[in-house]
């Protein structure tokens, strides 16, 4: 299997937020596709490959937990980060769990603390050689 670029599907209502994401991750030579709404974030899980999904919990309309539920039910190799904000609920944390995130992370966030939760999420995928060179070496 020939390694790829990762593909990272950021959902979250916060245009900011997402824009800060994206170009965080592209640094890191991550794919980013992003989406406003669970809505949209379905959409685009329908017509491409992603790797990582990167939801809020907390957005209008639907909560990030369906898009949670839906990307682990029609993808289970899909990797799941749930987002929160800092001193979110506990019963949202667990709620989180149960629709499927691997991972959780509180905003605000420090951009190492995104950067170690995709690399645990994806240790198990093959890494292309300007990938690896690249990646700095864990302590």
Do not use: N
């Not at 390694?3 to 800060?20: H, K």
């Not at 839906?70 to 769990?97: E, N, Q, S, W």
């Not at 939760?117 to 990646?135: G, I, K, W």
Request: hydrophobic share 45%.
């Amino acid at each position: 299997m020939t390694p790829s670029i990762p593909v990272v599907l950021v959902v979250d209502d916060d245009e900011s937020f997402r824009a800060s994401i994206r170009a965080l991750l592209q640094q890191t030579r991550h794919s980013v596709a992003e989406a406003a709404s669970v809505e949209e974030g379905e959409a685009i899980l329908g017509q491409r490959r992603v790797d990582v999904l990167i939801a809020d919990i907390v957005m209008p309309g639907k909560l990030g937990f369906e898009i949670m539920s839906i990307g682990r039910r029609k993808y289970p190799a899909l990797k799941i980060l749930a987002v929160f904000t800092a001193g979110a609920d506990v019963g949202h944390l667990r709620m989180a769990r149960l629709c499927g995130a691997d991972a959780t992370i509180a905003k605000p966030f420090a951009a190492e603390h995104l950067q170690r939760s995709l690399r645990f999420l994806l240790r198990d995928r093959p890494v292309s050689f300007v990938e690896a060179e690249e990646e700095p070496a864990l302590p």
